[in-house]
């Protein structure tokens, strides 16, 4: 008997109106107490479900008098529509479904009795589905969050006990086996759920041996559904092996094995084949193993993408460029990432430094040998520092070819650091002339180096003139 169809017996017990039978207001009685009985009944048929199987021949006992009841009332009803003119026909209906009531009450109370001792046990009724849990009861001065409540669920599963001699022949000190069953305990077990693997970790190997390697299994979570994929993966021929050959083949360092896994955990999803097929071809065209090595860790997707898209955009790279095999292996290497970057943008570059800014065909050829992170760059960026560059502080194009990373300097950098240098009179950039400052030199990293080695003034003084700009 569930606690919840006991509360609704107990809101039934003592919901009875006192009224008499004979008095004029009977029929308008009996039809509210028929949907009581309906609902009633309604509801211990959807409980009744998850009860045993003593609890529901008890629960089809008290369903058939509520029908019987609720069928003889509906009868009543009609007979008395018929004959409403007649009084004394309209008393005895009601005395009749007055009594059928007092027949059911009797049983709903001799079934409440019967399992007074069972909610006795289990607590006072909170809710639907709730207990009192007297062991704990907050109090208020020890509440902290307003979530903390005296009340717990209602244990609807059956405990586990083994009381057949199922575990009589069982040695607990030895592992578990058909032949040598242990008692279940789910504290032993994965969740059935998580949204990260990270749960699993000392159930399942594949997780393991990746913790063992220093993979940080919270970057690897930012990726999305590549936990599920990481647990079906067999450890020996998924991982251990995959791992060997990227270590041998492609000599990648062992200490970066961690940190490229982390990075790149789409790796250990690639079929042999196809990583095999994609390093073949890398030494096709003669890269050696630590071009091999260095194109595999600072670019993490390349033994993920395609060959023939690989080879499709090498090919795209040295039409774009002029470049012959060695140079775009140079390139390539200095900057592995434009085989991925958008075939667009980098076009739309080439196109603006050539027709905008001056840059020839060969010019383009030697920025992108010496610094090819600048195809990789916005396009307005560009063309705001080569404007400030060619406009403001005189450079010209072959200044620039010399060093291209000055448009990759943002604005800003330039600005303060040319200004500075006009206010001391020191802002001579023309070659072969007298304490003439190169583009490297204005270009360095470090602020306090450019200050004291190149503007001669502490770095407090170009500090300070930072602020005030």
Not at 165 to 182: T, Y
Not at 216 to 224: I, K, N, T
Not at 268 to 284: E, I, M, N, T
Request: net charge negative.
């Amino acid at each position: 008997m569930s606690h919840a169809f006991g509360h609704q017996l107990l809101l039934l017990r003592f919901c009875r109106p006192s009224f008499s039978p004979s008095s004029s207001s009977a029929l308008l009685f009996c039809p509210l107490f028929r949907a009581t009985f309906a609902t009633v009944g309604a509801k211990k048929e959807s409980t009744a479900q998850h009860q045993d199987e003593q609890q529901q021949k008890e629960a089809q006992q008290i369903q058939q008098p509520l029908k019987n009841a609720k069928l003889q009332m509906g009868n009543n009803r009609r007979t008395a529509r018929l004959a409403h003119a007649n009084d004394e026909s309209a008393d005895q209906l009601a005395r009749e479904d007055w009594a059928h009531f007092e027949m059911v009450e009797r049983q709903l109370d001799e079934l409440l009795e019967h399992h007074a001792d069972k909610l006795d046990e289990e607590g006072d009724v909170l809710g639907v589905d709730m207990v009192a849990d007297p062991l704990n009861e907050p109090d208020i001065s020890e509440m902290e969050t307003g979530d903390e409540t005296s009340s717990r669920p209602i244990n609807q599963f059956r405990s586990i006990l083994y009381t057949e001699g199922e575990l009589d022949k069982s040695d607990l000190s030895q592992p578990p086996s058909r032949e040598n069953p242990h008692p279940f305990d789910p504290s032993t077990l994965p969740p059935t759920h998580s949204r990260n693997p990270t749960p699993y970790a000392n159930h399942s190997p594949t997780l393991q041996m990746l913790l063992e390697l220093g993979v940080d299994l919270f970057e690897v979570c930012q990726a999305p559904k590549i936990g599920r994929a990481l647990l079906r993966l067999d450890p020996e021929r998924d991982v251990k092996a995959k791992i060997f050959w990227l270590v041998k083949r492609c000599g990648v360092p062992e200490a970066d094995i961690g940190p490229y896994l982390a990075r790149n955990p789409y790796f250990l999803l690639q079929s042999f084949d196809d990583l095999k097929a994609r390093l073949d071809y890398l030494q096709f065209h003669r890269f050696s193993r630590q071009q091999i090595a260095k194109l595999v860790v600072e670019y993490r997707y390349w033994l993920n993408i395609p060959h023939e898209r690989i080879d499709c955009r090498l090919g795209w790279l040295q039409r774009q460029f002029h470049l012959r095999a060695d140079e775009l292996r140079l390139a390539i290497v200095k900057e592995p990432r434009l085989i991925q970057f958008g075939v667009g943008p980098i076009q739309g570059l080439i196109l603006a430094l050539n027709q905008t800014c001056g840059f020839s065909q060969q010019c383009l050829q030697q920025i992108v040998l010496k610094d090819p992170r600048v195809f990789l760059s916005e396009k307005p960026h560009v063309l705001t520092s080569y404007n400030y560059l060619a406009y403001v502080m005189r450079i010209t194009n072959e200044q620039i070819v010399a060093f291209p990373l000055a448009l990759r300097c943002p604005l800003s950098a330039l600005r303060r650091r040319h200004e500075f240098l006009f206010r001391l009179r020191k802002a001579n950039y023309v070659p072969e002339t007298a304490d003439h400052i190169t583009l490297e030199q204005f270009c360095h990293p470090s602020d306090r180096f450019f200050a004291e080695e190149i503007a001669r003034t502490p770095i407090a003084d170009f500090n300070r003139f930072i602020k005030i700009v």
